[in-house]
T-cell receptor, first 112, second 117 residues
């Protein structure tokens, strides 16, 4: 069975703080893909990153960075120097086999 | 380029009525997905199509739900008859990939917020 766990339901930070969103996954597949999506208050889900199971290199894109560790089945997402515009729900997702399974999401509040 | 287009954006209907949600995927994408989002169940995949053919409809909650994709640029999700528990945001997403499965990111539409009274 495949599963994605985002244990943090809500996180509240003050602007310019760094924040890490946790994602733990379960799968028996050896080939799989991991994703992060952002859902701002407007409601539309926006793709942020995709990682395949054979690429454990961490990635940085501006203020965003991702840490993929197969040993702990985690794919964590860090926002450095958070901004109010980062306020959104963030979803981690797993694609193994034929279906994408989404985590429950973490709601991030960034206060000015 | 236009993204995924969904209509209507909001739908309010009474229990027992038929509801039809519409989606136009991104041109060139050969995968189309229908999701439902609720507070209780989160994001659930209902059905997905590849080249207009339904591949997996195991997420469709019951026979009251049906989806079609008559051509590459249009899909519908129909609920008949609707019930209050169908109230949710329904998202359409599209992607591209090789036959049978897409390993690429999905592009989501703005969603249709359905309220069944």
């Amino acid at each position: 069975a495949q599963k994605v766990t985002q244990a943090q339901t809500e996180i509240s930070v003050v602007e310019k703080e760094d924040v890490t969103l946790d994602c733990v996954y379960e799968t028996r597949d050896t080939t799989y893909y991991l994703f992060w999506y952002k859902q701002p208050p407007s409601g539309e889900l926006v793709f942020l990153i995709r990682r395949n199971s054979f690429d454990e290199q961490n990635e940085i894109s501006g203020r965003y960075s991702w840490n993929f560790q197969k040993s702990t089945s985690s794919f964590n997402f860090t926002i450095t120097a958070s901004q109010v515009v980062d306020s959104a729900v963030y979803f981690c997702a797993l694609l193994g086999g034929f279906k994408t399974i989404f985590g429950a999401g973490t709601r991030l509040f960034v206060k000015a | 380029d236009a993204g995924v287009i969904q209509s209507p954006r909001h739908e309010v209907t009474e229990m027992g009525q038929e509801v039809t949600l519409r989606c136009k995927p991104i041109s060139g994408h050969d995968y189309l997905f229908w999701y439902r989002q609720t507070m209780m169940r989160g994001l659930e995949l209902l059905i997905y199509f590849n080249n207009n053919v339904p591949i997996d409809d195991s997420g469709m909650p019951e026979d009251r739900f049906s989806a079609k994709m008559p051509n590459a640029s249009f899909s519908t999700l129909k609920i008949q008859p609707s019930e209050p528990r169908d109230s949710a945001v329904y998202f359409c997403a599209s992607s591209w990939g090789s036959a049978g499965v897409s390993y690429n990111e999905q592009f989501f539409g703005p969603g249709t917020r359905l309220t069944v009274l």
